[in-house]
Structures are given as C-alpha cells and as structure tokens.
C-alpha cells in the first residue's frame, strides 16, 4: 500500500508531465477504441438494416450499387426497371411478396421513396422486427405521405403538415412539385435504418407530381394538370427503381435468382441481401484493416514516448531514489514503483481515452445516420474492446520494467558508492 502512495505521490510532483503522458495515451486509445466500435456498430447497422427478405431485384448493374441504392438510399439508378416486369416477377406462384420502390425525388435533403402498402406489411430490420407507427397511419389517398422518424424529429413536422417534395435528390432544388404539396398523415418509429431518413409516398403520388415534367422540364403553370384531374387519372407507373421479393421457402430463392438473372425481356439483377452485404465489407475489409493498424501503431507510439519520457526522467530522479533507500526502501520496491507509475499512467490514459473515444461517437452519430443512414449503437465497451483495453495496460506495465530496471541498477550503484 505505502508503494501505492509513494507513486501517486510522485506523479503528482510531476504532474505536469504526467498530464501529457496521459493525454497522449488517452488520444490514441480513443482514437483505436472509436475505429474498432464504429467498425463494430456500423456492421452490425448494416446487417440489421433489412431482414426476411430474400431477394433483391433491380437494372442490371453492380450487386454493391443495388443493395446501396435499394436499401440504403445511396447513389442514384442508372436506368430503371418496367412495370410490366415487376407484374410478371411479382405474380410467380413462388413469390409470396413484393415491395416496389421509386426513388428521385427528395424534401430538403431526405430521399423521397415511392411504394405502396405492402412496404408497412412485409419490410423488417434488426432480425424480425416490423415499421411500427407512433402517430397515424400508412398513406391511403393520392397526396399522402409518411415520414420517418429522424425527418419528422429533425424537420420538426407532425400530423397534418404539408410538405413540398422538390425534384432530383439533392439537398438544394430549384425544381420543387408546389402545385402538389402532401399531407403528413403518419410518423413512424424509431428504427436505426435508413428508415428513419425517408418521406415514404405511394408509387401514383410519384407518377402523379410527374405528369407535367417532359424530358426533364415541368410545364408551363397554366398547362399544368390540377388535383382533381390526377385522381380521375391512370396513374399506373410506368417503372419502377428496384423491388425486394419474399419467396414462399427459401430454398426458391436461388432458383429465382438465376431464372430473374438471365430474363431475356430486359437486364435486370437479382441478389441475395445476406451475400451482398458480405462483398460489400469484403470490399471495404482492406482499408478498414489498414485503419486499425494504423490506429494500433498510434497506440505503440504515445506507449513508447511514455517510456522515453520515463527514462529521461531518471537522472533527475535519482536524488529521489537515494532519499527512498535511504528511508528503508530496496531496490525492488524501486523497481516496483517505476512499473507502477507505468501502469497509473496507462490506465488513466485508458479511462480518458474511453470517455473521448463515447464523446466522439456520441457527436459524430448523428453525421453518419444524416448522411449514410448508419446508426451507431452506444452500447458498453464489448469483451474484445475491453481485451484490448487490458492489452495496452499489461504493454504499459511491461515497457514500464525497462525504466524500472535502469532504476534499479541506479540505486545499487548509488547504494555502493563511498562518499567522503
């Protein structure tokens, strides 16, 4: 216990110095516990985003790019996909259901997605989990819309605002459907998916506000098409963005996949959620490796400056370490002090480094949920971050006897020194 004290003590003297070490130690541990947990929760994000479905079918293009653009809502269609298809695929006695979806339109930078019911019925996240409602319900007339849960928080709308959807998905437009604004008629729940970024609309609402538009330029406002004119309306799409598909058992899955893959009526792509998710970290597995080892060597670095720092320190120290055996301390309690300090200084900087590490994911989650739809669990540190935590303490107290032996050779030295 008096060693204990003796090596508080003796930080506190310098501690100034300590307070650098700590510093450094804490930055490069945050930096390495927020690279492994952001790694970790945007993973498991990933995978919890869609459940249950089997298939996704879009154009023909990358299995990446559907999933990104399907699921996620990133990027933009090359070329869609026709309705006549979608009914054809859609009505197989293997299917058991299909969610359309529009996307290319969006409402002050949200994606605005076309769909129809069956969206609120058949799509779940998170294992098997289900979009509930919190306020309203599904969209059920023409100009109808549902919002979720960060558009609704964030843009501060409830039940019975009108919202103005804009052309083309950026975040600034100059081209916005005025003359057909919507009705928020439903909030849904939090889901930690890009769920929660989306204005939800039925698929005639998207071919009903595009009815005016001719290659790309919305009519003059006195040839525009009133409200009452669309409901009297086919308002049939045209194509659709992608679709995702339930089959009956999932072993029918890879037959579709393979008869939807080789359709001679156009080119299209048919994927498996699951295997696409599995190339896409496959894809990003090589820069997220590179990112830890470069968050580990930071770690490394504020380690081995603590030990230079330590042993740069101990020739001003050794008047210190004559007082200590002076007093009765042996040169093993000298050597125990300096592992000691190596060890207090690491696990503060662990503790620190923890506390940025949550700060900087708690200021950083709601960029990654805004801009890719990612939602970042702020759950306790799991066994093999807190193995890693360990790790660098049990490196520190290690690094720590190099200067501890130097120490104790001073002492013995000093101790069988004769002075006159």
């Known amino acids: 216990m008096i060693i204990w004290t003796l090596a508080l003590k003796s930080l506190w003297n310098r501690r100034t110095t300590a307070a650098l070490m700590v510093l450094a130690i804490s930055i490069s541990v945050a930096l390495l516990l927020s690279v ?14 869609i459940s249950g479905t089997d298939l996704i079918i879009g154009a023909r293009t990358g299995p990446i790019n559907l999933l990104l653009l399907s699921v996620f809502r990133i990027g933009n ?4 996909i026709n309705w006549e298809t979608y009914q054809k695929i859609s009505h197989h006695p293997d299917v058991a259901w299909t969610i359309p979806i529009s996307l290319g339109d969006s409402h002050r930078g949200f994606r605005v997605i076309g769909t129809d019911e069956d969206y609120f019925r058949h799509y779940h996240f998170a294992g098997d989990q289900s979009l509930h ?16 849960a960060d558009v609704a928080r964030k843009l501060h709308y409830k039940l019975g ?40 609309v039925g698929l005639k609402s998207i071919t009903a506000i595009h009815v005016d538009w001719r290659t790309g330029t919305l009519a003059p406002k006195d040839a525009r098409t009133s409200t009452e004119a669309l409901n009297h309306m ?29 359709y001679k009526g156009e ?12 190339q896409l970290w496959s894809l990003i597995g090589v820069a997220d490796t590179a990112l830890m080892i470069v968050a580990a060597f930071v770690v490394v670095a504020s380690l081995l400056g603590m030990l230079t720092s330590i042993l740069t320190s101990l020739n001003e120290r050794r008047r210190e370490m004559a007082i200590l055996r ?50 970042i669990e702020m759950d306790m540190p799991s066994s093999y971050e807190l193995s890693i935590l360990a790790l660098i303490v049990l490196s520190a107290l290690l690094i720590g006897f190099l ?17 006159v």
């Open 403 to 419: 200067p501890a032996f130097r120490a104790y050779r001073n002492t013995l030295s000093d101790g069988l020194q004769i002075r």
């Open 77 to 80: 269609a090359t070329t869609n």
């Open 161 to 200: 605002d009108s919202i103005i959807l804009a052309h083309g998905v950026g975040e600034v437009s100059f081209e916005k459907h005025t003359n057909h604004p919507f009705r928020v008629v439903g909030i849904l729940a939090k889901t930690g998916t890009p769920v929660d970024q989306t204005v939800h």
């Open 326 to 375: 002076s007093v009765g301390a042996r040169p093993r309690h000298i050597l125990a002090l300096m592992v000691i300090e190596a060890g207090l200084l690491a696990t503060l900087g662990v503790i620190f480094g923890i506390i940025w590490a949550y700060l900087l994911l708690f200021l950083g989650r709601p960029i990654l949920q805004q801009n890719f739809g990612v939602f």
């Open 36 to 49: 492994q947990m952001l790694r970790t929760s945007a993973k498991q994000g990933f995978t919890n985003t």
């Open 234 to 262: 086919d308002l049939t799409p045209k194509d659709l963005t992608a679709f995702l598909v339930g089959m009956r058992s999932k072993p029918l899955a890879l037959r579709m996949q393979r008869a939807v893959n080789v």
């Open 133 to 148: 409602f919190v306020a309203g319900h599904e969209f059920k007339n023409l100009f109808e819309a549902v919002l979720g």
């Open 267 to 278: 080119a299209l792509l048919a994927i498996i959620p699951g295997v696409a998710l599995n």
